[in-house]
């Protein structure tokens, strides 16, 4: 019976399951080839945390560790049920509030090595988490997209962490009622926008926010098919990316973007001086859901998870 001992949390609703124990040795390389080893040599450990029958499609995990980069608290390598995450910002938020719970941290600012580069993470006193992101910027501005059904959108494509779609003409209500006919749309959204950018896994709609306290309300269709309960981090970053480009949010100002559940990040940016880009700072809370050992019998056929692949 092999062991898997991993720290539960959700940040704004939208979980992440952290191992803490019992995970694939990935030797001591930068992180970007640490998630090439653990794709093709340990996939097996990422679907037996996070897929069914111990999980389901909407966890995210991530693996604590060591880093490469010097200064850094920990590494840290996120995936979910089909693959793995460049960087996720509730994860992150997730993973600094876990590591406080276990005492390994204390309230301050720390550096995380990801696999697309260094991130810095303030523990706030209050619980909240700042995550000073990686670089971000748009790429495309209203790229035009027919779907299949003839409906036409259009939309940005920028870089948070992770690849967007970022999309405000979808005539949709943003609204958890309203699940099945928006995941539907983005799913023939994503199709369409991957026949031109493959790289593209993440498909975002933005609308007015329910809280007039909010400036816009989102719904984010994962790369695995579910749907991010919170504002989504790296999106929110790709979206103050297209915000600073458009000129339609200042350097400092606060952005607070509305989940399609209602959970709310605050993000603002701070330009780059001498690139396209800015440097996007997300602010949210986690909350600690479970301490548990995940079990894994040799025994059981469905042991490393149920899978697509
Ligand atoms: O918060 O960056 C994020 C994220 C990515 C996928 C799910 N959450």
Not at 78 to 92: A, I, K, R, S
């Amino acid at each position: 019976m092999q062991r898997i001992s991993v720290i539960d949390s959700h940040t704004g609703g939208e979980p992440t399951r952290l191992i803490i124990s019992g995970g694939p040795e990935l030797g001591n390389g930068p992180l970007a080839e640490r998630v090439a080893i653990f794709e093709r040599d340990f996939d097996h450990y990422r679907s037996a945390t996070v897929n069914e029958p111990r999980g389901s499609e909407v966890i995210v995990g991530g693996l604590i560790v060591e880093p490469y980069e010097p200064g850094c608290v920990c590494g840290i390598i996120f995936f979910n049920n089909v693959g793995y995450l460049g960087m996720c910002g509730h994860g992150t938020i997730g993973l600094i509030a876990t590591l406080a719970h276990l005492g390994k941290l204390a309230s301050g600012t720390h550096k995380i090595d990801t696999p697309v580069g260094v991130v810095s993470a303030t523990l706030h006193s209050d619980s909240r988490v700042s995550i000073e992101n990686v670089v971000s910027y748009r790429t495309e501005k209203a790229v035009a997209l027919t779907l299949p059904s003839g409906q036409s959108v259009t939309g940005d494509i920028a870089w948070g962490g992770n690849w967007f779609f970022l999309c405000a003409d979808h005539g949709e209500d943003i609204h958890v009622g309203n699940m099945e006919r928006l995941t539907a749309l983005l799913w023939e959204i994503r199709h369409e926008a991957n026949k031109r950018w493959p790289e593209l896994d993440h498909i975002e709609l933005f609308g007015p926010p329910r809280d007039p306290e909010n400036h816009s309300r989102s719904f984010v269709l994962c790369p695995g098919g579910a749907y991010d309960r919170s504002p989504c981090g790296t999106g929110t970053s790709a979206k103050l990316a297209c915000l600073a480009a458009d000129g339609k949010l200042a350097p400092g100002a606060i952005w607070r973007q509305e989940s399609v559940i209602g959970s709310v990040f605050e993000g603002t940016f701070t330009p780059l001086r001498e690139a396209e880009g800015v440097i996007p700072t997300i602010t949210g809370r986690a909350w600690i859901s479970a301490e548990a050992m995940l079990l894994l019998d040799d025994t059981d056929p469905f042991c490393w998870g149920i899978t697509n692949r």
